[in-house]
């Protein structure tokens, strides 16, 4: 199958949004928002077809893609929660609660840093090192949206309103 074929057509026009800013001979310069794109539409995570995929429409080789998809923490290959919540614990975040943020969901969602609830609509990623939010620490982040200063009670409101277009189908 082809790249055309694989790829979603949503994928493929945020991925051409993307490559109109910039030359035509420097097309891996989409490849973030398009290793992004193809994620969002599968479920939170790349294969290695969609890699491939990937790969093919930017006209890169298939290694290129592999070498960001799995040094940056943002993107995932294997199987996981829907809504990815990453819960900064660096310094900056650790002194304002962040410790306790990353308990306090834990507790609420029942599972551990690194594992997904049972119903596949929440991950929580390991540690994450850093959100680049320190003014406004503590923060997290939900597919790809910032929350800052955060607290208990912002984490359960985000959480279950999350939850709740979950079971309307809408997430």
Excluded at 61 to 77: C, G, K, Q
Excluded at 129 to 145: D, F, K, R
Aim: aromatic share 8%; glycine share 4%.
């Amino acid at each position: 199958m082809s790249a055309k074929e694989i790829l979603t057509e949503r994928s493929r026009q945020e991925i051409d949004k993307w490559l109109k800013h910039f030359p035509e001979d420097r097309k891996q310069s989409a490849l973030l928002a398009a290793l992004r794109e193809v994620q969002h539409d599968n479920n939170g995570y790349l294969t290695t077809e969609l890699m491939d995929a990937i790969a093919e429409y930017l006209e890169i080789p298939p290694i290129a893609v592999y070498e960001v998809a799995t040094f940056y923490s943002m993107y995932e290959t294997k199987p996981c929660g829907r809504n990815s919540i990453s819960i900064c614990t660096n310094i900056s975040c650790m002194l304002r609660g962040g410790e306790k943020i990353l308990a306090h969901v834990e507790d609420k969602l029942g599972i551990k840093a690194g594992e997904s609830t049972e119903d596949g609509v929440f991950y929580l990623k390991k540690e994450e090192e850093c959100l680049a939010a320190c003014s406004y620490a503590p923060a997290m982040q939900i597919n790809h949206v910032y929350y800052e200063n955060i607290t208990i009670e912002k984490i359960d409101e985000i959480l279950d309103a999350i939850a709740a277009s979950a079971e309307k189908g809408e997430h």
